[in-house]
């Protein structure tokens, strides 16, 4: 398989605590890979380095083979990397077509901003493109919305949209099933082979839901005090001794 990132050795530091030590990970072109380990263990700040939000202290990160260890977090994006965050970070008093919109101009240049001010086309294309991703998130008819009133799971998924609306390559999702029901959460995870499946989007995701990470991955790596655990096919971390016994209990 090809590799589409790669982190490298990265090491991260906050005030003296180790977030990752010496962390490494591939992610492979196509795949769905997800993270899991307890609260501490490293998962977002890993996802905020890859952002650019946070820059490690040693290590290097890859992306279609080129460095972006120290890329400033708008050219990530431009160069394909979306994500979503564990607390939702929506404009409450704009709809939600004007919110899913915003992800338009994560990748937009200086000369493609003043091509929007000049363009009516423009402008209602990616109206139109905003729409189409909430058609294929199966939340049509909450364009004119507002998110401050509508159900978590539904806010999820506005937040979801506004990712994909810009056309990723790769799509980092940090616990996309959390505050979900067991109904929304089965939902997410058809959602989320959808978005591999039919947009061809390859996507990395942190999850505390053990049931979601296991029936919808392709690989599973395990983070403990920001070192690889272990990292397996969904049935091989099952049966690992050390995660059943830290992560997952006896009983799962």
Known sequence: MTPLLEAQNLTVHFEGVVALNGFSLTVNDGEILGIIGPNGSGKTTFFNTISGFVKPDKGHIFYNQREITHVSPHVIAELGIARTFQNLELFPYMTVLQNVMVGNHSRVTTKDALKNICSRDERQRQEFQ?????????????????????????????????????????????????????????????????IRDDLIITVLVVEHDMSLVMSISDRVVVLSSGETLTEGTPEEVKINRDVVEVFLGSTY
Do not use: C, W, Y
Request: proline residues 6%; glycine residues 10%; charged residues 25%.
């Open 130 to 194: 905003a729409l189409e991703v909430l058609d294929f998130l199966g939340i049509s008819g909450f364009e004119h919305s507002r998110p401050a009133g509508l159900p978590f799971g539904i806010q999820k998924l506005v937040e979801l949209a506004r990712a994909l609306v810009m056309q990723p390559e790769l799509l980092l999702l940090d616990e996309p099933a959390a505050g979900l029901n067991e109904q929304e959460t089965m939902e997410m995870g058809r959602i989320i082979k959808d």
